[in-house]
Nanobody
């Protein structure tokens, strides 16, 4: 059983940055696709960024391209999301997720088996 635990959420002003992290308790984390999703109140869960097992391929939602960067440290079994130039519309609960390959549907939530409990991000204008 895989456990994913997010950290790093918080409240910031528009234009500021936050870095989310997700620690995984699984021996084969370096075999898994990983991603960040978010869900704001009253909205559907949406894919934000995804990354292949080795980190060589990354995928981003159009709304965050150029502002967010996903990365992973397989030795530490950790996934990161660096969020810069945050906007009020980025406010949401952010979830990390993991699944086996392939990663072609990296931003499709229904394709993921494992989820963290979420980290709240609040952005005020």
């Amino acid at each position: 059983q895989i456990q994913l635990v997010e950290s790093g959420g918080g409240s910031v002003q528009a234009g500021e940055s936050l870095r989310l992290s997700c620690s995984a308790s699984v021996y084969n984390y370096n075999w898994l696709c990983a991603a960040w999703f978010r869900q704001a109140p009253g909205k559907e869960r949406e894919g934000v960024a995804g990354i292949s097992p080795g980190g060589g391929d990354t995928y981003y939602a159009d709304s965050v391209k150029g502002r967010f960067t996903i990365s992973r440290d397989n030795a530490e079994k950790t996934l990161h999301l660096q969020m810069n130039s945050l906007k009020p519309e980025d406010a949401a609960m952010y979830y990390c997720a993991a699944k086996g390959a392939p990663c072609s549907d990296a931003l499709v939530s229904s394709s993921y088996n494992y989820w963290g409990q979420g980290a709240q991000v609040t952005v005020s204008s």
